[in-house]
């Protein structure tokens, strides 16, 4: 365990209803090891689920929406029928009609466009950042796109070293493989304190490992 308890922030997009399938990598999967790797760093003290996305209202909005929840081992169940639950699975003309989750009210899920737009998504974490002691937040963030890398890179980069470990993940061809190999950017070669993982399956217990070896680093 390490001593001094840390926050962690996970940031999940919303555009896909895959993202909401009752599967292995759908969104509840990715809280609950958000979750156990809190057990590890943060004392279970709970973690902050940042989703983004498309506004439901179908209007565009460039930067994209963001709504930031607050998710304990003991809300787990309430906070997935809210914000990880579909009911419109595409079928449901088949059937009687069911209240929309607090995520579709919120969300275009599944909608015109087929990716997250992250950038608000972005300043929103980096607001919260600025909340926590230097050197004591996680940021485990799936991409939806490629789009916004070097946006995030920058934000990462300026937010400065000592603000918080960032794991990156997200599929390959989603991502953009190539951008984030290069230089060695994804293995912490050219930011130390940022991982990318190649693929939606990513191991809690590396996260931690990364997360614990660069808090050593950095002296806090």
């Known amino acids: 365990m390490i001593p001094d308890r840390a926050r962690v922030l996970l940031v999940l997009p919303t555009a896909q209803t895959s993202y909401f399938a009752s599967e292995k990598y759908s969104n509840e999967w990715h809280v609950r090891q958000a979750l156990r790797v809190a057990d590890k760093v943060g004392a279970g003290a709970g973690i902050d689920v940042l989703l983004y996305g498309n506004p439901a209202s179908g209007g565009y909005v460039e930067d994209g929406i963001v709504v930031r929840t607050r998710v304990e081992a003991e809300r787990l169940e309430s906070w997935t029928a809210e914000w ?57 963030f799936q991409m939806d796109g490629r789009a916004e890398q070097r946006e995030i890179v920058l934000a990462i980069r300026d937010a400065g070293e000592g603000a918080a470990f960032w794991q990156l993940f997200g599929k390959e061809h989603a991502i953009g493989y190539p951008f984030w190999t290069q230089d060695g950017l994804h293995r912490g070669r050219v930011l130390a304190n940022l991982a990318v993982h190649i693929d939606t399956d990513w191991s809690r217990r590396a996260v931690v490992r990364r997360f614990s070896r660069w808090r050593k680093r950095a002296g806090s």
């Open 84 to 140: 990880s639950v579909i009911t419109d699975t595409g079928l449901d003309f088949l059937e009687d009609a069911r209240p929309a989750t607090r995520v579709e009210e919120t969300f275009a899920v599944g909608g015109p466009t087929w990716f997250s737009h992250s950038r608000a998504a972005l300043r929103e974490v980096v607001a919260a950042l600025k909340e926590a002691p230097p050197g004591r937040a996680l940021v485990i």
